[in-house]
Structure formats: structure tokens, C-alpha cells
């Protein structure tokens, strides 16, 4: 439980910056939906003149990007990049930061196993998305519902709001088995943005290729917006492959931090 309550001041602040920015992201673009609902024929027309790659890169469709959902979509998936570097900084550090800080022999010798530290510590980091997606999705829903033009469908709108904290998860869990492989990690930040736009970018590339293997690499690709908001639901093909990539990605972190030598200062 010490370990627990410690990493939990220890990324507090941080959870706390994250979230105020996320929600500040989504209040700022939000805030500008009731000028495109108003002008959504001038808008569909200039969004016509864009190439049909680049609106597929993005994420805009026309017809529905002037619709409160729509356009939350295409808001949501810079929010999703945003909450993905959050965790995939605090699956890189949570485990690692010892070896870093080269205080890893004052922990193991405290009179607690591996397995209790691993756990307190994971447990920490979902308090810490948890946090920060259930504000948002709070939050977010409270702007929608103020800026709204008209009634739009809540089920779809908290299913999209939902994909962050799955999509947090799974880079969460790259972030973990990547510290746990590379043990000599020095720098947690460019680790963090050199993998999940490297994601990202595969995710805009599969969307203008129009190649559907390519959804199964990137999280980010895991969702299709359009999708949740026409049907209401998730695919759960994806849903599955990407549990199973988190729990293989946990146990074997789990079995290397438990079985791996920590070199004492």
C-alpha cells in the first residue's frame, strides 16, 4: 500500500496537468462546433475541395463532420494522441525510474516481494488514466451537451469517449514492456513521442492506403469512429486482439521484472 499511495503522489501532478489539458483541448475545439453547425453548407464545399487522402489521413467526413459527433471524432482522435503519450510516459517510467535514478537497491531492499512492487505500482498507473479518462469523458460530455445544435446519440458519443482510456491501456502496457526490454533506458520522453506518433502516423497511413491490416498494428486504429457512431457498438474483433495484446504485454513484464537482475548502485 506505501508503494501505492506513493506512486500515486508521485504522478499526481502530472495527472492533474494531463487532464486539465485534455479537458482545455476539447473545451477549445468544442467552443468552435456551433460556427461550423452554422455554416455546414460553406464548410462541406471547402471540404470537398481537400483530396480525398488527406481527409481520410485526418479523419474528416463529410456530412458528418458539421454534426456535434462528427466533428467530436475528429477532435477525439488528437485528445486519444494526447492520452497516449500520457501513459505511454507513465508505462515507461513507473517501472524503470529506479533503475534511472539508481535508487532500484533501496527498494528491493525493503521487506516487500517483486510481484507486490510490480502490482502497486501498475495499480497506481491505472489510478492515474483512470483519472484522467473519467474527467474527460465527464467533461466532455457537459461541453457537447452545451454547444450541441441539436440532440445527438449519447450512447455513441460516451462509446467514442470510452476508446481513450482502452487506447491509454494498451500504450500503457507498450511503455511497460518497452522499459522492461530496455533496461538502459535514459530517456523516457523521446521514447514516449518517438512510439506513439510512430503509431500514429501508421494509423494515417493505413486510413489513406485504405488497408484494413494495417488497423490490427496501431491502437489507434482499433476504433473506427464512424463505426461507433453509425452502429452504436464497437468491433469486437479488434476489442479482442487488443486485450490480448495488453495481457501479453503485462504477463511479460510481469515475468521479467520478477526474474531480472537490478544491478545495485
Known sequence: MNIFLH????FGKSTIVWTVSLIALVLFFMSLFPS?????DQVNELL????????????????????????YSYVFMYISLCGAIQAMMIGASILSKEVREKTVDFLLTKPVSRTTIIVSKLS??????AITSLSFILCAYFIASYVKTENFNEQAFFLLSFTLFFVQVMFLAIGVIASMLLPKLKSVLSLSLGVVFAFFFIGMFGSTVGEASVRYI???????YMYIIKYSQYEWSYVIVGLVWIIAAFIASFYIYTKRDMNAV
Open 7 to 10: 506512486e500515486i503522489r508521485a
Open 36 to 40: 461550423f453547425a452554422k455554416d455546414a
Open 48 to 71: 470537398q475541395t481537400l483530396p480525398e487522402a488527406l481527409r481520410k489521413a485526418v479523419g474528416i467526413e463529410i456530412g458528418h463532420f458539421t454534426s456535434i459527433l462528427g466533428f
Open 124 to 129: 497506481a498507473a491505472f489510478v492515474s488514466i
Open 218 to 224: 496501431t491502437p489507434f486504429k482499433y476504433f473506427d
